[in-house]
């Protein structure tokens, strides 16, 4: 599966944003889909996840509250809806693919994923 974000930008703090990752190849509702995030000098880390058929989602604790990740598989598309957003949100935000052994699971190591996306910057101005 190839996957392309877009919806990146930059916004003021306490402004919004709402990431696409768009999917082609193999079938997209098979796969548990997972958002991370890099920022310069730092680790990639779990942002939220969602399982294959949008029934369970998951989030790291920085974003609870303000970030809803979901999913239209007819459409072959996650998103990540991002609210009051910080300063320190600001990083390079990757979707990434998984086909996990127990379906209800959404992992959050990076390793665990086999596709990912290229990549778009957010960036949030105090």
């Known amino acids: 599966v190839q996957l392309v974000e877009s919806g990146g930008g930059l916004v003021q703090a306490g402004g919004s944003l709402r990431l696409s990752c768009a999917a082609s190849?193999?079938?997209?509702?098979?796969?548990?889909i997972a958002w991370f995030r890099q920022a310069p000098g730092k680790e990639r880390d779990f942002v939220a996840g969602?399982?294959?058929?949008?029934?369970?989602?998951y989030y790291a604790d920085s974003v609870k509250g303000r970030f809803t990740v979901s999913r239209d598989n007819a459409k072959n598309t996650a998103y990540l809806q991002m609210n009051n957003l910080k300063p320190e949100d600001t990083a390079v935000y990757y979707c990434?693919?998984?086909?996990?052994?127990?379906?209800?699971?959404?992992?959050?190591?990076?390793?665990?994923?086999?596709?990912w996306g290229q990549g778009t910057p957010v960036t949030v101005s105090s």
């Open positions: 969602i399982t294959w058929d949008g029934g369970s989602t």
């Open positions: 190849g193999r079938a997209f509702s098979s796969y548990s």
């Open positions: 990434a693919a998984d086909l996990p052994e127990i379906p209800t699971v959404v992992s959050r190591t990076p390793n665990e994923y086999d596709y």
